[in-house]
C-alpha cells in the first residue's frame, strides 16, 4: 500500500503507545511489535495445538486420567483439580509422586467437557452511556496523576490500576508520570 504524506495519529494496538502512522490500516507502532505479536501468535498456535494432541490421544474407555488430561479435557486449572482432590470433592488414587489419577466419570458429574460445551455464547449488547463521542486525547491539565487520584479518593494503588483497567480508561505516560482524565475518574469515583 502506498504511504501518504498525511500523517494519521493512532494507538499501537500492542504496546499502547501514541504514533503517527503513514498509512490507514497500520495497527502497529514499529516493527519490534509487530515481531512480539506474531511471536505471541506462534506461542498460541502451538500450545493449541499440544493440548489438542492430549485430547485426541486420551483413549475414550479410560476410567482414570491425569491431571493434564483432565485439565485439557475439561478446561479447569490444575491448582483447582489438585484442591479438590485434597478437600476430598474429587476421588483420587495416588500411584506415587507424580501419578495422581482422577476418575473421569466424577470430573464428568462436576464439569462439562470443553468439547461439549457451545461455541458460540450470547452476549448481550453494550448499553451506550451518552451519543457523545469519546475523547481519546487529553492534555496534561485535562488530568490526574496516579498520586493524586490516590490521595484525592483515598484509595490504594492497586484498585486505581484495577479500575483503569476495568473500565478502559486511556492513560498516558509522560516521563515518569502517568496521566489519567479528570473527568473519567470523577464520573467513577464521585458516584
Request: proline share 6%.
Amino acid at each position: 500500500m502506498a504511504h501518504s504524506k498525511m500523517k494519521i495519529p493512532k494507538i499501537c494496538e500492542y504496546c499502547g503507545k501514541t504514533f503517527e502512522a503513514k498509512t490507514v490500516i497500520t495497527r502497529y507502532c514499529s516493527l519490534a511489535c509487530i515481531t512480539k505479536v506474531n511471536n505471541d501468535k506462534k506461542k498460541g498456535n502451538i500450545e493449541k495445538a499440544r493440548q489438542q494432541r492430549i485430547i485426541d490421544n486420551l483413549p475414550p474407555d479410560r476410567t482414570h486420567i491425569t491431571i493434564p488430561e483432565a485439565v485439557q479435557q475439561f478446561g479447569i486449572s490444575k491448582d483447582t483439580i489438585y484442591r479438590l482432590v485434597r478437600k476430598g470433592k474429587i476421588p483420587a488414587i495416588n500411584l506415587g509422586e507424580r501419578l495422581i489419577r482422577i476418575s473421569r466419570e466424577d470430573m464428568e458429574e462436576r464439569f462439562t467437557p470443553i468439547a461439549n460445551r457451545p461455541t458460540a455464547v450470547a452476549t448481550p449488547a453494550p448499553i451506550a452511556l451518552e451519543d457523545q463521542p469519546i475523547k481519546m486525547y487529553y492534555s496534561q491539565n485535562e488530568c490526574y496523576t496516579l498520586n493524586e487520584v490516590t490521595e484525592k479518593y483515598d484509595i490504594t494503588r492497586h484498585t486505581l490500576r484495577a479500575t483503569i483497567s476495568r473500565n478502559s480508561i486511556p492513560q498516558r505516560q509522560i516521563g515518569n508520570f502517568v496521566y489519567i482524565p479528570k473527568e473519567e475518574i470523577d464520573r467513577i469515583f464521585c458516584k
